[in-house]
Every structure is written in C-alpha cells, then in structure tokens.
C-alpha cells in the first residue's frame, strides 16, 4: 500500500532535496525544470527521469535549447516506500541521481556512489 502523502508535502520534499546540493554544484545547473508527476505511463516502475543534454554533452550549438528536465515520479516512489521516512531519502536519492545524469555521471558511477 502506498504511503499516504499529500502533493504539496511531496513537492516539499523535492525540493528539500534540491537543497541538498552543495552550492558550487547548484550555481552549475542552469536550463533545466523539477518536474513531479504521478508515474511514467511507458515505465510505470521508473522513480525519476533526466531528459535533456548532460552539461558534459553541450557545446556552441547549445544555444537557445528547451529547458532540460528532471521528472520525479511521486505515486511511483510512494508506492515502493514503507513510511515517510523512506519516502524523504528516496525523494533525495532520486533527485540527486537525476542531477547526476545532468552533469554526465552514467548509471553504473551513480550507483556506485550510492545514489540510486
């Protein structure tokens, strides 16, 4: 059974773990929008999603790009966690991953590094 959590505290929550970046790594991101939906309907499993050009990717033709977005999916993590408690640290995990992807990190190091 889900945990039972409102919008609004969700959204709290992504952004308490936006917080979570050290400034020197948040000065850096620029171009991209947190976005919370309820699930993926092509991967109704997927917690979160990168979608854009990684920073390590752009160069002199990135110029006037769409935002990049990040897509936190919350019915999907509410649904894998037990208690709120576990709802924070995925939203964190889940967040900071997505950020990875941002500056160029693949799966295999951010799973290395203990972020998802």
């Excluded at 952004?15 to 850096?28: K, T």
């Excluded at 006037?64 to 709802?87: M, S, W």
């Excluded at 995990?93 to 590094?113: A, K, M, N, P, Q």
């Amino acid at each position: 059974m889900p945990v039972p959590m409102s919008p609004d505290r969700f959204e709290e929550l992504v952004g308490d773990a936006l917080d979570l970046i050290p400034p020197e790594l948040a000065s850096a991101i620029d171009n991209v929008v947190v976005l919370v939906e309820p699930r993926n309907d092509e991967d109704p499993g997927l917690l979160g999603l990168y979608h854009g050009t990684a920073l390590t990717h752009r160069d002199s033709h990135y110029g006037g790009a769409l935002p990049d977005t990040i897509t936190i999916y919350r019915e999907t993590i509410l649904a894998v966690c037990r208690n709120e408690e576990e709802v924070v640290r995925e939203v964190a995990v889940t967040v900071i991953h997505e950020i990875g992807h941002y500056f160029g990190i693949d799966e295999d190091r951010l799973h290395s590094l203990g972020w998802g």
